[in-house]
């Protein structure tokens, strides 16, 4: 371990000395470690990415008060608390987190009994995590959302996500552009429609609730015995937002029949065996929060949130891919390709997935 990592590490009250770490996950934004102590404990150690998240306090008093409250939830209708959401661990001097010349770092215990998957295994995963968030929307169905520090504004405002990639198009920063002439113009072609969420909520038609805003089936961990989702983790962007938007993101990650990042474009489809299952899992957990016009539009969400996220790929693609974490530099527009290849199967299969939701 170096001195730096060894700094941070004796900032935060575990149990024993750390000595061992490794790199830990495949989430796209914040460094993730699994640190080990000589007593046995384990935990997460997280360097927050602040260039995504400017205001690492805020995010963690969100981040903090949603679990407390969570917490109290789940103990009235007798849940466990310390499986069923996450626990941190807070500085010896009592901060939330720690922040120093080596960055922002916030700790949790780490769940050694559950897993995170980057692809269901059987329909009934993706079930379970439906399921799981689901559930999570209900349980903050009253959780006072004007006490929400918004962490990225307009996180999921999808008009906003086109002006974002309009600007990267015309700053051409990494010089990317002429080559992805047909991918803007797939894109441009569909920024008229995607409005339609804004402007219903903007009417009053839909409603703002708390929302997980980032539903990917590995920021939830399942038990590997029962297959059940226990712990909805990744909660850096909780705000008031689209409780579609939560199905949706789902939807785009985990319905594929491939990796986010498949070259192979016959290889990605959406399957709708895992649409339905995650549609009923997702029903069921909700417990009848959702109006029936946001059940109606719930496949309009999977199409949005699988557009929005294929024009942030593509938008961070054009910037030299300052945003997500990459490991070639070809990776951001494979990632767009994907998401854009799944947004066709959707227009294809519309009916399909409305005649699903139909049923539940
Ligand atoms: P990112 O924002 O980079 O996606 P996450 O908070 O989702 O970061 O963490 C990355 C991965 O680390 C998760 O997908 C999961 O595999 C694992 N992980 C995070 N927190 C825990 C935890 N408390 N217990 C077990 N695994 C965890
Ligand atoms: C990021 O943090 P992670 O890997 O769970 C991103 C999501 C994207 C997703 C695409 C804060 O999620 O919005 O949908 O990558 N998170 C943030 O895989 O931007
Ligand atoms: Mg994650």
């Known amino acids: 371990m170096t001195d730096h990592l060894l700094k941070v590490t004796e900032a935060f009250a575990f149990d024993g000395k750390v000595v061992a770490s490794k790199p830990f996950g495949s989430g796209h934004i914040n460094e993730t470690l699994l640190l080990e102590t000589d007593k046995g404990s384990q935990y997460i150690l997280q360097k927050i990415n602040t260039y995504v998240f400017t205001n690492p306090q805020g995010l963690m008093e969100?981040?903090?008060?949603?679990?407390?409250?969570?917490?109290?939830?789940?103990?009235?209708?007798?849940?466990?608390?310390?499986?069923?959401?996450?626990?941190?661990?807070?500085?010896?001097?009592?901060?939330?987190?720690?922040?120093?010349?080596?960055?922002?770092?916030?700790?949790?215990?780490?769940?050694?009994?559950?897993?995170?998957?980057?692809?269901?295994?059987?329909?009934?995963?993706?079930?379970?995590?439906?399921?799981?968030?689901?559930?999570?929307?209900?349980?903050?169905?009253?959780?006072?959302?004007?006490?929400?520090?918004?962490?990225?504004?307009?996180?999921?405002?999808?008009?906003?996500?086109?002006?974002?990639?309009?600007?990267?198009?015309?700053?051409?920063?990494?010089?990317?552009?002429?080559?992805?002439?047909?991918?803007?113009?797939?894109?441009?072609?569909?920024?008229?429609?995607?409005?339609?969420?804004?402007?219903?909520?903007?009417?009053?038609?839909?409603?703002?609730?708390?929302?997980?805003?980032?539903?990917?089936?590995?920021?939830?961990l399942l038990d590997p015995e029962t297959g059940d989702g226990v712990c909805v983790i990744d909660l850096d962007t909780i705000m008031p937002g689209q409780a579609i938007f939560d199905f949706g993101d789902s939807i785009r990650f985990g319905a594929s029949t491939a990796a986010e990042d498949e070259k192979d474009l016959d290889k990605v489809q959406m399957d709708l065996e895992l649409f339905e299952a995650y549609t009923k899992g997702f029903l069921e957990g909700c417990n009848n929060v959702l109006s029936p016009t946001e059940k109606d539009l719930l496949p309009t969400g999977a199409w949005m949130m699988t557009l929005e996220c294929g024009i942030r790929f593509l938008a961070d693609y054009l910037n030299g891919d300052v945003y997500f974490k990459t490991a070639y530099p070809e990776h951001n527009l494979d990632r767009a390709h994907t998401q854009f290849k799944l947004v066709k199967e959707m227009e294809e299969k519309q009916d399909q997935m409305q005649a699903i939701v139909a049923k539940y």
């Open 62 to 220: 969100n981040v903090f008060n949603v679990t407390e409250f969570l917490k109290k939830r789940l103990v009235e209708q007798g849940g466990d608390p310390n499986r069923e959401t996450l626990t941190f661990i807070q500085t010896r001097d009592g901060k939330l987190y720690y922040d120093g010349e080596e960055g922002a770092w916030r700790a949790y215990r780490f769940q050694h009994d559950l897993m995170a998957l980057n692809a269901a295994r059987t329909p009934h995963d993706f079930y379970a995590s439906g399921k799981a968030f689901g559930h999570f929307q209900a349980l903050l169905n009253d959780y006072p959302a004007d006490t929400l520090f918004e962490t990225i504004p307009h996180f999921h405002d999808t008009p906003s996500r086109f002006k974002q990639l309009h600007e990267a198009i015309e700053k051409d920063a990494a010089g990317r552009a002429a080559s992805v002439q047909e991918e803007i113009e797939f894109a441009l072609a569909r920024e008229k429609d995607a409005a339609l969420v804004m402007d219903l909520q903007a009417q009053g038609v839909l409603p703002l609730r708390v929302t997980h805003n980032d539903t990917k089936l590995n920021n939830v």
